[in-house]
């Protein structure tokens, strides 16, 4: 693994162990102003900074993770980070744990020159419902 891509990938680990504390403080440091979660089922769904910090620390919680293979790619400014990852997660009382598949694009700050999580994708073959209108529940602006 080359240093940039070990960079991205530490920074993936330092994202996930903040959820798993719930560490609100450190999300918001790695997240971008105009971060976006979109949860890519069967009725995508989409958490802005503001919902995703809210959720993730109280109702969307993560209490276990495991990367698969790791794919990252550099394009300028710009980083993918991808992979299939493992959850043990809960959405309010239900379990919500499985596989997944998770695309971040990481974008370096203009004036500090760090980078920030711009977007999370997770998807997952999930035609349930009440997962959709659960995480649309979430959302601040509504």
């Known amino acids: 693994m080359d240093e940039f891509s070990a960079?991205?990938?530490?920074?993936?680990?330092?994202w996930m162990r903040a959820w798993m504390q719930r560490d609100r403080?450190?999300?918001k440091a790695l997240a971008a102003r105009d971060f976006i979660f979109l949860l890519g089922s069967e009725n995508p769904t989409i958490l802005d900074?503001?919902?995703w910090l809210e959720a993730a620390t109280t109702r969307f919680r993560?209490?276990?993770?495991?990367?698969?293979e790791v794919?990252?790619?550099?394009h300028g400014n710009v980083a993918v980070f991808a992979t299939r990852v493992g959850l043990e997660?809960?959405?309010?009382?239900?379990?919500?744990?499985?596989d997944s598949w998770v695309t971040d694009l990481w974008q370096k700050s203009k004036v500090?020159?760090?980078?920030?999580?711009?977007?999370?994708?997770?998807s997952r073959p999930d035609g349930d419902e009440q997962m959709s209108a659960a995480i649309r529940s979430m959302?601040?602006?509504r």
């Open 7 to 14: 960079k991205i990938e530490a920074l993936e680990h330092l």
């Open 25 to 27: 403080n450190q999300m």
């Open 49 to 51: 900074r503001a919902s």
């Open 62 to 68: 993560c209490t276990g993770y495991r990367f698969d």
């Open 71 to 74: 794919y990252v790619r550099r």
């Open 89 to 98: 997660a809960k959405m309010g009382n239900r379990d919500w744990s499985g």
């Open 112 to 122: 500090r020159r760090k980078w920030k999580l711009v977007e999370r994708v997770l």
């Open 139 to 141: 959302q601040l602006w």
